[in-house]
T-cell receptor, first 114, second 116 residues
């Protein structure tokens, strides 16, 4: 099976702009989670989608949003970018989500905000 | 409060040495899962192992072994005869909670440098 894919791999934006990141899960996986990774804060959970519904959410401002399509592909959107949003954004997929499920990660999208 | 502690920020070893990466977790749940992931420079987290809270058997997979001890809330990872290709950041993670409110909590990671 193909692994989790994320596009684009690299992005450079300026403050105030918005950005959309895309994630295609492993075939058959219905749960997609998003994480932000920064040197200072480590890996932080953003949100999880299952069957096109946000099922779980971390402690991020409303500028961070996401959605999931019927084919389980997911997008994450960040509006009004701030310098602190510069990070590696990782997407992970699992069969059904939940504590028992192993998450498989994509290569990430490295976002730089200037 | 941080629930997964990886106290070792960075470890350097010479090739062929054994190295142990420590992971201490905190949870009030009786059912939970522990994971180890490897993050090479490419950035992708690679799944290594999953262990549930009811299975305290140690596991060995090639040069990798894991020691799970509920009494000390630890889930340590040992690499035997380390190789340069083992150089990466290793993350320990805990999943806990119920459906709809579960969370994956990652430690801050341990950077392992294996020198030739």
């Amino acid at each position: 099976k193909a692994g989790v894919t994320q596009t684009p791999r690299y992005l450079i934006k300026t403050r105030g702009q918005q950005v959309t990141l895309s994630c295609s899960p492993i075939s058959g996986h219905r749960s997609v989670s998003w994480y932000q990774q920064t040197p200072g804060q480590g890996l932080q959970f953003l949100f999880e989608y299952f069957s096109e519904t946000q099922r779980n959410k971390g402690n991020f401002p409303g500028r961070f949003s996401g959605r999931q399509f019927s084919n389980s592909r997911s997008e994450m959107n960040v509006s009004t970018l701030e310098l602190g949003d510069s990070a590696l954004y990782l997407c992970a997929s699992s069969s059904y989500g939940g504590i028992i499920d192993t998450q498989y990660f994509g290569p990430g999208t490295r976002l730089t905000v200037l | 409060a941080q629930k997964v502690t990886q106290a070792q920020t960075e470890i350097s070893v010479v090739e062929k040495e054994d190295v142990t990466l420590d992971c201490v977790y905190e949870t009030r749940d009786t059912t939970y899962y522990l994971f180890w992931y490897k993050q090479p420079p490419s950035g992708e987290l690679v799944f290594l192992i999953r262990r549930n809270s009811f299975d305290e058997q140690n596991e060995i997979s090639g040069r990798y072994s894991w020691n799970f001890q509920k009494s000390t809330s630890s889930f340590n990872f040992t690499i035997t005869a380390s190789q340069v290709v083992d150089s990466a950041v290793y993350f320990c993670a805990l999943s806990e909670g119920t459906s709809g409110t579960y969370k994956y909590i990652f430690g801050t990671g341990t950077r392992l440098k294996v020198l030739a």
